[in-house]
């Protein structure tokens, strides 16, 4: 099984038909979540987002402890930490993600739909990201953010369990983990209208153990057969371009878990929006609509490539593997969508500072 280059991809479109179906079922999306916990108070598809992260967290360490995972060949981990990337690429990413109104995953479940405005976004954003990796923005990168980048080996990588480790002496990983996760989801299922949310709550479930399936299968690779075999749990931004290569191109190479998985997520929403009769054409409404979603998809193929990833392979993968860059990438996406949304909402970019800035309201004094 291992000697066949087809059975990589083939496992990754199986978890991800598992992931699409999911995702499609209970309108998982990054954007979505932040939009609605920013505008409507509702943090339910938040939660749903963070469930996801935290069981993949929980599950990859616990198979990573067992042997059956071999993490430190993530390339989250590979030296050295792009801080300057993960937070331009971050930023750059976030923005881009608000103004298209989805991220590259959310782009591909909404495509099993029908929507044609996803077809432009994955198009654009697959080509921005092998500009960005071998290409002309590629120097860029090279150039300004590269040489910012820090080494961490010297204090023991880049994994907080191998940072933690490293300063108290004692192996803390696969305890810190556990830790974090029970915190997380702790505050997960604190809402009751979460629990009450059955599809959210096992999309949460199913896409953090779906990713963490991810490392297995690519480290029984890696280690079986008899080619290269890259270890990854999941990420919809080089994979992106990486599959476009292999529809309009023939280069001999077979493809590999990554694109497998991407293609899987697309098979898996349609058929959970053919089960749902939710399948219709849907297209930009004009010019001023096309080119808005050009530019996201641009910034957020370019940005995807400086930060390692996107809301999923940073947000989910990465953080599974407890990668410091995880939570910088993370936190410059929510900047950015969050500037982006100002501007195409409330005309100015950074109105969430105005809000922080404004004095509380006082409530009213209570009549004797």
Same mark, same amino acid.
């Given at each position: 099984m291992f000697d066949s280059g087809w059975m990589l991809a083939l496992s990754g479109c199986m978890v991800g038909v598992i992931i699409g179906f999911a995702a499609r079922k209970s309108h998982f999306c990054t954007m979505a979540a932040l939009e609605r916990h920013w505008y409507a108070g509702d943090d339910?598809?938040?939660?749903?987002?963070?469930?996801?992260a935290f069981t993949a967290l929980i599950a990859t360490q616990l198979l990573g402890a067992a042997g059956m995972a071999g993490l430190e060949q993530s390339f989250y981990l590979t030296e050295p930490l792009p801080l300057a990337g993960a937070i331009v690429g971050g930023l750059m990413f976030g923005l881009g993600m608000a103004l298209v109104g989805t991220c590259g995953f959310g782009a591909l479940v909404r495509l099993s739909?029908?929507? +044609?405005?996803a077809l432009v976004v994955l198009t654009g954003l697959g080509l921005a990201a092998l500009a960005a990796q071998r290409g002309v923005t590629a120097h860029i990168r090279a150039v300004l953010l590269d040489p910012l980048s820090l080494d961490l080996s010297a204090f023991g990588g880049q994994s907080a369990g191998a940072l933690i480790s490293r300063a108290t002496g004692v192996n803390a990983t696969l305890p810190l983990a556990l830790l974090i996760g029970a915190a997380g989801l702790w505050w997960v299922f604190k809402s009751a209208s979460f629990r009450a949310d059955r599809n959210r709550l096992i999309a949460g479930v199913v896409i953090g153990?779906?990713?963490a399936a991810g490392?297995?299968?690519?480290?029984?690779f890696a280690a079986r057969a +008899?080619?290269?075999?890259?270890v990854e749990a999941g990420?919809?931004?080089m994979p992106v371009g990486e599959t476009i290569l292999q529809i309009i191109t023939v280069t001999g190479e077979l493809p590999d878990y990554g694109i497998g998985i991407v293609i899987g997520v697309f098979l898996g929403a349609a058929v959970s929006a053919f089960h749902s009769d939710d399948m219709r054409w849907e297209a930009c409404?004009?010019?001023r609509e096309l080119s808005r979603h050009l530019l996201g998809a641009f910034l957020m193929g370019t940005?995807?490539?400086f930060a390692l990833g996107c809301t999923i392979g940073q947000g989910v993968s990465a953080f599974s593997v407890m990668a410091v860059s995880a939570p910088i990438v993370m936190l410059s996406i929510a900047a950015g969508a969050r500037m982006g949304l100002g501007l195409l909402v409330e005309g100015n970019a950074f109105s969430f500072i105005a809000d922080w800035r404004a004095p509380k309201a006082q409530p009213e004094a209570t009549k004797r």
């Open positions: 339910r598809p938040l939660r749903a987002w963070a469930l996801a739909g029908g929507n +044609l405005r153990l779906c990713i490392w297995v299968i690519t480290s029984l +008899l080619y290269p075999v890259q990420s919809f931004v409404d004009d010019a940005g995807g490539v």
